[in-house]
């Protein structure tokens, strides 16, 4: 089966460094969101992506997060300096537009679990 | 896009039929109701969406009253796989498909 893959799956680092997260969607897909879960804020919205141009990061802090699409295979989500509040469960998540009956629908990783100490 | 309302959590016994109800009363005419899960984790995953008529597929049925303005999630036979947080959401297709996420339902399949 298709599926959207995140690297790395756990991550532990430490208060200040620079840290990266990697989505490979679903091969043909042109839209990709980062989404980020805490037991305080639930599921959020952080940015996503049609045909590699970003079209919403109003969710993202942009003093430190940055969210790119170097090609249509690879999303990645950095924070520089990373701070605790940042530990959260990172989800990415890949879909097809324009949408028809049979791809409407998100696929989602199994997410990054970032602490931050 | 409009806001939904559910319960927090709910049991459902092994084998029944889970009813998972949801109010959106203030969805507009061109949002869709879209059902997704997450089992303890794991990513979310879609699990059915409608407009104005019912639903099935084989995962689930979705019953949106004539109003739009609510709607309810059934699994027809529920195992202990489908514990789960389930969200209701709605959302506009021409929104590029930005799904908000709320609290969601806790449902506990129990044996």
């Known amino acids: 089966d298709a599926r959207v893959t995140q690297t790395p799956r756990h991550k532990v680092t430490e208060m200040g460094q620079e840290v990266t997260m990697r989505c490979q969607p679903i091969l043909g897909h042109n839209t990709v969101f980062w989404y980020r879960q805490t037991m305080m804020q639930g599921l959020e919205l952080l940015a996503y992506?049609?045909?590699?141009?970003?079209?919403?990061d109003s969710g993202m802090p942009k003093d430190r997060f940055s969210a790119e699409m170097p090609d249509a295979t690879l999303a990645t989500l950095k924070i520089q300096p990373s701070e605790p509040r940042d530990s959260a469960v990172y989800f990415c998540a890949s879909g097809l537009r324009p949408w028809t009956a049979t791809n409407e629908k998100l696929f989602f990783g199994s997410g990054t679990q970032l602490s931050v100490l | 896009d409009a806001k939904t309302t559910q319960p927090p959590s709910m049991d459902c016994a092994e084998g029944r039929a889970a009813n998972l109800p949801c109010n959106h009363s203030t969805i507009s005419g061109n949002e869709y109701v879209y059902w997704y899960r997450q089992i303890h984790s794991q990513g979310p995953q879609y699990i059915i969406h409608?407009?104005?008529n019912n639903e099935t597929n084989e995962m689930a049925s979705l019953i949106i009253t004539e109003d739009r303005k609510s709607s309810t999630l059934i699994l027809p036979h529920a195992t202990l796989r489908d514990t789960a947080v389930y969200y209701c959401i709605v959302s506009v297709e021409a929104a590029g498909n930005k799904l908000t996420f709320g609290g969601g339902t806790r449902v506990l399949v129990k044996p």
């Open positions: 409608g407009l104005k």
């Open positions: 992506f049609r045909n590699r141009a970003p079209l919403d």
